[in-house]
């Protein structure tokens, strides 16, 4: 079964910090991307990557990075977290654009 | 530009009764459309999709989709409603043509099933 596995459930990490959230999957997937979801708002679409050391900024990319050194590892980055960054993060893999997104369990991050 | 609106913030249905999700979709080309469900406190799982094959699509647990291109919509449908169906469902529009990986998400319909 194929999997999309993020590193933390839940994370708590002071305004200012560095945050790292990552994210692995198993499927020799091509595209990787990450999300926060937010109530009333839906998803989001923060960065996405379409190959290895390659990336595009999605709809809301401010105040994030992403890495992706890796096929199968995907990383986002909080250069310095602030309180409106608190939110459910997932990440997803597409092996093609119509295949639909495997997503991972997400990671609930609370900046305080 | 392309949109997707989820036309109900909740629905409630009792057990073994019929399920209506309802979607529309605004899309200035052929679109791929997809429903996704999320439980409480998981990540999205996808139920089914449409890529321009049979408007017709079916998914697993029973769900069911009708692409209706006259009606732009994309409702979701099950027979029969089971308690494990209660959670948040999600209708999803490719935001471009062929080579772009950006998806719309509605903002959620959340399913709660009455014993």
């Known amino acids: 079964d194929v999997k999309v596995t993020q590193s933390s459930r839940y994370l708590v990490k002071r305004t200012g910090e560095k945050v790292f959230l990552e994210c692995v999957q198993d499927m020799d997937h091509e595209n990787m991307f990450w999300y926060r979801q937010d109530p009333g708002l839906g998803l989001r679409l923060i960065y996405f990557?379409?190959?290895?050391?390659?990336?595009e900024k999605g709809d809301i990319p401010e105040g994030y990075s992403v890495s992706r050194e890796k096929k199968e590892r995907f990383s986002l980055i909080l250069e310095s977290a602030s309180t409106n960054q608190t939110s459910m993060y997932l990440c997803a893999s597409s092996l093609q654009q119509n295949y639909g997104y495997t997503f991972g369990s997400g990671t609930r991050l609370t900046v305080v | 530009a392309q949109s997707v609106t989820q036309l109900d913030s909740h629905v409630s249905v009792s057990e073994g009764t019929p399920v209506l999700l309802r979607c529309n979709y605004s899309s200035s080309y052929s679109p791929s459309l997809f429903w996704y469900v999320q439980h409480p406190n998981k990540g999205l799982q996808l139920l089914l999709k449409?890529?321009?094959?049979?408007?017709l699509v079916k998914g697993i647990n029973g769900f069911e989709a009708e692409f209706k291109k006259s009606e732009t919509s994309f409702h979701l449908t099950k027979p029969s409603a089971h308690m494990s169906d209660a959670a948040e469902y999600f209708c999803?529009?490719?935001?471009?043509?062929?080579?772009?990986?950006?998806?719309?998400f509605g903002t959620g319909t959340r399913l709660k099933v009455l014993a």
């Open positions: 990557s379409y190959d290895v050391k390659m990336k």
């Open positions: 449409y890529t321009s094959a049979a408007t």
């Open positions: 999803v529009v490719n935001k471009g043509t062929s080579g772009t990986y950006k998806y719309i």
